[in-house]
Structures are given as C-alpha cells and as structure tokens.
C-alpha cells in the first residue's frame, strides 16, 4: 500500500490521473478481487473494523477510540487490532507503553493502548487470537477494511467530509483503495467526518445502498492559555493542513507551519530547525498527539522538543450520543448470527 499521498491525489483528476489510469485500472481490479474472494477466519467474539476509502488519514484512530469508550461503558472489555504501521516489530506483540516506543510498534498503537488492549500483527487473524486470549469480547481493528482476513461483524468507513475521496482515480492516479463499489458492498455504515461537501457523492451511494449514514466531528481539546498566543506548529500525519485548522480553532496564531510525512521520524537536523525558528521568533511550539508520541522516549533534543510543545489532543465526538452503541449493539447481533450460521453447518 502506498504510503504517502502525492498532492495531485487531493485535487480535480490532472494529467498525471490520466497517465496512471491503465495503472490504476489494474490495481482496482486486483484489490477489487481481492475483496470479493478473500477467505475470512471467525474468532467467537464481535469485530468491528475502522476502514476508510482512501489511503491517507479520516480519522480512523479517534473513530476507534471512540468506540472503545463507548463499549467500556457498556461493560465491555475492547481490544485493539492493528498492523503496526511505522514499527520495526514483525511479530504478533501486545503493546506495552511502558517498553514500547513508537519505531517498534508505530505511533497509533501506541495512542490506541492508552485506552485498552492493544496488539499489532501483521497477521491479523493470529492477532485476534492474541487478543481473545487477553480477555477482550469485542476486538476493534484500526485499519484493514480492504485487506481483511478476519470476518467482520461490523465495517465502519469513515471518510472526512473536506477531503473526500480526492481525484477519485484509484491508487497509483488517486488515493482510492478499492472500486467503491467493492468497498460499498463489503461496508457496514458510513461516518462522515466534518461539515464540508466533498462525501456527499458517498453519503448518496451510502443511502441508497441502505447503509447508515453516521455524522461526527473531530474536536480538540483547548490546551490552557493557549488563545491568542503566536505558534509554530508541526505535523507528521496524513493530512497536516486539517492539524492546522484545528489549531486556529483553538485559538493559535499559526506563524510558522511545517508539514512531515505521516508517521514521520523526525531527524536531529529536524529537530533542531524546530527549536531554533521558535526560539528565535518567540513563538510556541505545537503539535500533535501522534507527534508527541514518535518524540517520547527519547533523550536529547528530542526530549526537549517535546517537552517545549504543546500537544493538541482531539475527540471524535458523534452528533448522535448513541450512534457508538448502536455500532457495537449491531456488531454483537452479527456476531451471534454468524457464530450461529457456523455451527449449523454440517460437518465434512
């Protein structure tokens, strides 16, 4: 999977969209088969799946999350699934924050088990089974929709309403993973993300599918004496330009901004640059959760960069205060379904 996202992929479909598009006709037919003849392994307990459309970041990690709170105050024990992204680790581990830094098991993983279990697999199914061992009885998988080898009891796509799905060419000529009809069918519901216009083609497709339609957004948490204060602020996610946004809207006078590669490692030479261009403007240091997490653990002018930042948390909040258990509740019903269907299946 393609891991950065060229600009082009974020605008009206150019030349270099059409250039690709024999390209981008055989990966869709590849990852389109893929997703229709895939064989899917079951575990005995509930899995709901946080997908998004397109390569590059909607929000999938706080949608996650989310859900987890919701299933805690139902009494239930979540567990993260994730494939690790950004880390070096390659075999089925459980995430200990405490031991891990985020080059061994990746960044998300690391902000996914300050909520609950949290194991990274490059096998998902072994990682399922990890988790069904630690005593979860509902796994959440951060990511995976596409490439799914466990069955899923529930798919939530999220999709940010700014960005959509981009040029909408399939990934080499655009961000789309998938034919979005293949991702539509396989999809459970549809979270829209934000109040702009770009996923109303999708809610439309969604709708008349009859897939459920959830509405979110994603809202910071006002770090204190923060308004009005002027800031350098610095991303290394898929989508610096929504951090950035976010920052204004706490209140940040944005004189400096700087854009990494998502789950960017940032090099001494980096680091420093940082430091210097804010100290020589007076300007306050601001990042994100995601950042902060790649920084901890070090020493040296890592340690000093994080210590100078000011970390910008998020919530995905959604308009429905029971939209979240409502996810969970028809997971749990598919689930049994499933496991019913299983048994009743005559023995070879």
């Known amino acids: 999977m393609v891991s950065e996202a060229p600009p082009f992929w974020w605008q009206k479909a150019g030349w270099q969209a059409w250039l690709l598009s024999p390209f981008s006709l055989l990966y869709g037919n590849i990852a389109g088969r893929r997703m229709r003849t895939a064989k899917r392994a079951s575990v005995h307990v509930p899995v709901i799946c946080i997908g998004n459309f397109t390569v590059g970041g909607a929000g999938k990690t706080p949608t996650a999350m989310a859900i987890a709170r919701a299933a805690v105050a ?49 096998k998902r199914v072994e990682g399922a089974h990890r988790l069904v061992k630690e005593g979860v009885d509902l796994i959440i998988m951060d990511d995976g929709f596409q490439s799914a080898r466990l069955t899923l ?23 789309v993973r998938a034919p979005l009809a293949e991702q539509m069918r396989h999809m459970t519901g549809l979270l829209k993300v934000g109040n702009g216009h770009a996923a109303d083609p999708l809610v439309r497709m969604a709708a008349k ?11 910071p948490q006002e770090p204190q004496d ?18 950035f946004r976010t920052v204004e809207a706490v209140g940040g006078e944005i004189v400096e901004r700087r854009s990494f590669p998502d789950h960017h490692h940032f090099s001494d030479d980096e680091i420093a640059d940082l430091l210097q261009d804010a100290g020589k403007q007076n300007l306050q240091l601001v990042t994100t959760a995601k950042d902060a997490i790649r920084l901890n653990g070090h020493h040296g002018r890592a340690e000093e960069l994080l210590w100078n930042s000011v970390v910008i948390e998020i919530d995905m909040v959604f308009d429905d205060p029971n939209a979240a258990g409502t996810i969970i509740e028809t997971a749990v019903v598919n689930c049994r379904a499933r496991l019913l269907r299983e048994h009743a299946r005559p023995s070879i």
């Open 74 to 122: 139902k009494g239930l024990k979540p567990g993260f699934l994730s494939r690790g992204y950004g880390g070096t680790l390659d075999v089925t581990t459980l995430v200990d924050p405490a031991q891990h830094r985020s080059a061994d098991v990746g960044d998300e993983p690391l902000l996914l088990a300050r909520e609950a279990v949290t194991v990274i697999s490059r």
């Open 153 to 175: 009891d529930y798919a939530l796509v999220v999709i940010d309403t700014v960005r959509g799905i981009g040029n909408g060419h399939l990934v080499p000529g655009g961000p």
């Open 209 to 219: 599918a009859a897939k459920p339609v959830f509405v979110a957004a994603i809202t």
């Open 226 to 243: 923060f308004r009005g204060r002027r800031v350098l602020a610095y991303a290394g996610i898929a989508d610096p330009a929504k951090f």
